[in-house]
């Protein structure tokens, strides 16, 4: 549906209720994506049949999680860090 350079820097992640999970690559590429969806949801119309896909969620990567590991903090923390 999508050309080589799209499937090899996304990739479809759910379709629940007509709406599908798109993950890319980096953040550039969903920027680039999201930019896309009009058309990519035509594309998509047009190949699977209307209303199968009728919203797109794009997201980036997932970025590590601070709130555990050898460097947190507990409680607020330090709030003056320029101090």
Do not use: C, F
């Amino acid at each position: 549906m999508v050309g080589p350079e799209v499937a090899q820097n996304s990739r479809p992640v759910k379709l629940e209720n007509g709406e599908l999970t798109v993950e890319a690559r980096s953040t550039a590429w969903a920027t680039q994506l999201r930019l896309l969806a009009a058309s990519l949801l035509r594309q998509i119309a047009s190949e699977v049949g209307h209303n199968v896909v009728r919203k797109l969620h794009i997201h980036g990567p997932a970025a590590p999680s601070w709130s555990r590991g050898p460097r947190r903090v507990r409680g607020r923390g330090p709030r003056d860090t320029y101090g």
